[in-house]
Nanobody, 127 residues
Framework: QVQLEESGGGLVQAGGSLRLSCAASGSTFSLNAMGWFRQAPGKGREFVAAITRSGITTMYADSVKGRFTISRDNAKNTMYLQMNSLKPEDSAVYSC????????????????????WGQGTQVTVSS
C-alpha cells in the first residue's frame, strides 16, 4: 500500500515556474512506476508525465514536453515535477499516482493503469 501527498502548488504568473512534490509513505514506493496527472474544472483527468521505477525512462504529454521535468528520489520516497514557462492553460489540480499494472520499468499515460491517488495540489497560472 502506498499513500501519496502532493505539495508545491500555488499562484504564479505566466512564464513562471513551480516545483511540485509527491511524498509517499509505505514501503512499496520504490517498486512502482509513477505519474503526474492534472484536472481542470469541467474537464477529465489528463496525463502530464510519468517515470519508471529507476527514473531512467520518462514520458511527457505533448502539451508539456520541453517545459516540465519529472524526477524521483527513491531514497526520499519523493517524486517531483519541475514546471517552467507556465501558461494559463496549465492551471489545474495536479495529482500524483502509482502505476498499479504492468512492469515498473515501463511508463504509461493511461489513467486506468494508476492507483493510490493523492488529494492533489492546485496550480493557477495568471495571464
Amino acid at each position: 500500500q502506498v499513500q501519496l501527498e502532493e505539495s508545491g502548488g500555488g499562484l504564479v504568473q505566466a512564464g513562471g515556474s513551480l516545483r511540485l512534490s509527491c511524498a509517499a509513505s509505505g514501503s512499496t514506493f520504490s517498486l512502482n512506476a509513477m505519474g503526474w496527472f492534472r484536472q481542470a474544472p469541467g474537464k477529465g483527468r489528463e496525463f502530464v508525465a510519468a517515470i519508471t521505477r529507476s527514473g531512467i525512462t520518462t514520458m511527457y504529454a505533448d502539451s508539456v514536453k520541453g517545459r516540465f521535468t519529472i524526477s524521483r528520489d527513491n531514497a526520499k520516497n519523493t517524486m517531483y515535477l519541475q514546471m517552467n514557462s507556465l501558461k494559463p492553460e496549465d492551471s489545474a489540480v495536479y495529482s500524483c499516482a502509482a502505476r498499479i499494472v504492468g512492469t515498473a520499468s515501463a511508463t504509461s499515460s493511461l489513467v486506468s493503469e494508476y492507483g493510490y491517488w493523492g488529494q492533489g495540489t492546485q496550480v493557477t497560472v495568471s495571464s
